[in-house]
């Protein structure tokens, strides 16, 4: 199956949202329509510092995720890569395309200088937890959230 | 103990720098000089996204973080308050010094917009778990890392 990684689009936002919305801690979270998703795509598109980023197969948009790249003082200045909001379509889960948008973001990380590629994941996600061990990634963190 | 948190200035660096490297995991990671922070933190401070902050005593820099402010799609647009690079003088530990300096952290996050602040800490942190633990946060998530 053919897939190509590439930055976002403004068309490519409904199908973004179906997929952040077609997710089992998601669905309670999204609303499937709303000018708040247009105005904050607007606000990552402009930041040179995020990349959210589609999967695409024939002109589909199958997955996502979003990069954030952190300029921080530790580690003698580096910049950090983030990822967040990953999610591949339901119904072609468990095809290796995850594996592929992973591997891409990590390579555009590297490219962009990062020295580090960090994420959280919900400590219910077993099978992410698996996924992202198998991909080479340390689980040494505690993640940490405050709902404001 | 009267301490003030305020954003930093390229005068604090220094201080700044020595904090981070004034830790168990950090001390291992950090030079004692160096032109890589002076860039990093010039472009820590010209992003509108960033706020590198110092807790102040007299004149004195006894404690510092890193806000990140990350506008996403997930969570119908909300933008997330990210909290890095957490220290306070080692000699100062124990006074409620950390607390008042995330509850500062919180409210600015709050008064920005976040809908949610979030952070990670070393598993071998045991004394950071309670400490967050305590302050309200949820140790909802796993952190992965993965070094370039």
């Known amino acids: 199956m053919r897939v190509a990684f590439r930055r976002a689009t403004r068309n490519d936002l409904p199908a973004i949202v ?4 077609d997710d089992a801690l998601g669905a309670a979270r999204e609303a499937s329509s709303g000018g708040a998703y247009a105005a904050a795509f607007d606000r990552i598109d402009a930041d040179p510092n995020q990349l959210l980023a589609v999967a695409d197969h024939d002109g589909q948009v199958i997955g996502t995720l979003q990069l954030t790249f952190t300029q921080g003082l530790s580690r003698g200045g580096a910049i ?18 995850g594996q592929q948008m992973i591997e891409w973001a990590v390579a555009t990380c590297r490219s962009h200088g990062c020295a580090m590629v960090q994420l959280t ?22 993640g940490y959230k405050m709902i404001l």
Chains 1, 2 share one sequence.
């Not at 950090?80 to 395309?97: K, Y």
């Not at 994941?121 to 505690?142: C, I, N, P, V, W």
């Open 18 to 21: 179906a997929l952040l919305a």
């Open 80 to 97: 950090r890569g983030q990822i967040e909001a990953v999610r591949i379509a339901g119904h072609l889960r468990g095809q290796g395309i």
């Open 121 to 142: 994941t919900d400590k219910s996600r077993l099978d992410a937890h698996r996924f992202y061990d198998r991909l080479g990634f340390e689980q040494s963190h505690l």
